[in-house]
């Protein structure tokens, strides 16, 4: 069983949409993340949470709106997506200092 | 703000090689991480390190928390060629977030 998984695993869209990536975690932990990688394979925060609170908001433009249901999901929604936002987003879920990553989700502004 | 220091950016070796890779940071981390990225996928936990000082290994990697928890080194003995990939050393600071560095790109030569 996949201990992070994320949907879908590529996501091509045009400029001005709305998208949704889902993350999921069996693994039992109290905190998740989500992640960007850009061409430079760079990964930057972007938000975490723990237990469904918001935890770090790393100045991410507020057409991301993270949101979890519950603390096994952590999904992310990017309104009026721009050129610049194509990369690969990674979810991620932790407890005590180890963190596992889901495949990426590699999104692609056309 | 918090960043880590990560070098070398690349190597290139023959198989059968001993390799090296540090990372420094004027941040003080709770948790030390290195992880290792193939193309396509997410990066996979290889080391956690929690206590100032401590020398872990993992089949041919060692790596070490530095004494100060600012810094780490990682060490691969005997390289093979599946040792490929983009390897990041990352640190959870008592916030529970989690910077990268920037990775080292690890070619083994034919």
């Known amino acids: 069983d996949t201990a992070v998984s994320q949907t879908p695993k590529y996501l091509v869209t045009q400029m001005g949409n709305d998208k949704s990536i889902k993350c999921e975690q069996n693994l039992g932990h109290d905190t998740m993340y989500w992640y960007k990688q850009d061409s430079k394979k760079f990964l930057k925060i972007m938000f975490s949470?723990?237990?469904?609170?918001?935890?770090i908001n790393e100045t991410v433009p507020n057409r991301f709106s993270p949101k979890s249901p519950d603390k096994a999901h952590l999904n992310l929604h990017i309104n009026s997506l721009e050129l610049g936002d194509s990369a690969v987003y990674f979810c991620a879920s932790s407890q005590q200092g180890e963190a596992f990553f889901g495949q990426g989700t590699r999104l692609t502004v056309v | 703000g918090q960043q880590l220091n990560q070098s070398p950016q690349s190597m290139f070796i023959q198989e059968g090689e001993d390799v090296s890779m540090n990372c420094t940071s004027s941040s003080i981390f709770n948790t030390w991480l290195w992880y290792k990225q193939d193309p396509g996928e997410g990066p996979v936990l290889l080391i956690a390190?929690?206590?100032?000082?401590e020398l872990t290994s993992n089949g041919r990697l060692t790596a070490q928390f530095g004494t100060t928890r600012k810094d780490s080194f990682l060490n691969i003995s005997a390289s093979i060629p599946s040792d490929v990939g983009i390897y990041f050393c990352a640190g959870q600071l008592w916030d529970d977030k989690i910077i990268f560095g920037k990775g080292t790109r690890l070619h083994i030569l034919p």
């Open positions: 949470y723990n237990n469904k609170e918001l935890i």
């Open positions: 390190l929690y206590k100032a000082g």
